[in-house]
Nanobody, 115 residues
Framework: QVQLVESGGGLVQPGGSLRLSCTAS????????MGWYRQAPGKERELVARFLRSDTTNYADSVKGRFTISRDTAKNTMYLQMNNLKPEDTAVYYCHAEYGFTVYWGQGTQVTVSS
């Protein structure tokens, strides 16, 4: 069983920045893949960015060059630095992890980009 706790969401103006955090209840060394997804109202949940098993990362085209995924293994925490935010980035952001053969989700954190 893995618990994922997100934080860092909020209201920000277009062009602003936010950093999301996801802290896992287990060592993230043992997590196969870990990443961020988001879901906007009326839309399906979509991948934002993730670490793959090979330690490589991949990003949605819509966030490339603006968002950066990183992690601190000593803190069992993954981050999503979001810069130059746009109104279309407004969504609930979820932390996602695959541990063993089980998929885990955090509770989500709301990001609203509005003037």
């Amino acid at each position: 069983q893995v618990q994922l706790v997100e934080s860092g969401g909020g209201l920000v103006q277009p062009g602003g920045s936010l950093r999301l955090s996801c802290t896992a209840s287990t060592s993230i060394f043992s997590i196969r893949t870990m990443g961020w997804y988001r879901q906007a109202p009326g839309k399906e949940r979509e991948l934002v960015a993730r670490f793959l098993r090979s330690d490589t990362t991949n990003y949605a085209d819509s966030v490339k060059g603006r968002f950066t995924i990183s992690r601190d293994t000593a803190k069992n925490t993954m981050y999503l630095q979001m810069n130059n935010l746009k109104p279309e980035d407004t969504a609930v952001y979820y932390c996602h992890a695959e541990y063993g053969f089980t998929v885990y989700w955090g509770q989500g954190t709301q990001v609203t980009v509005s003037s």
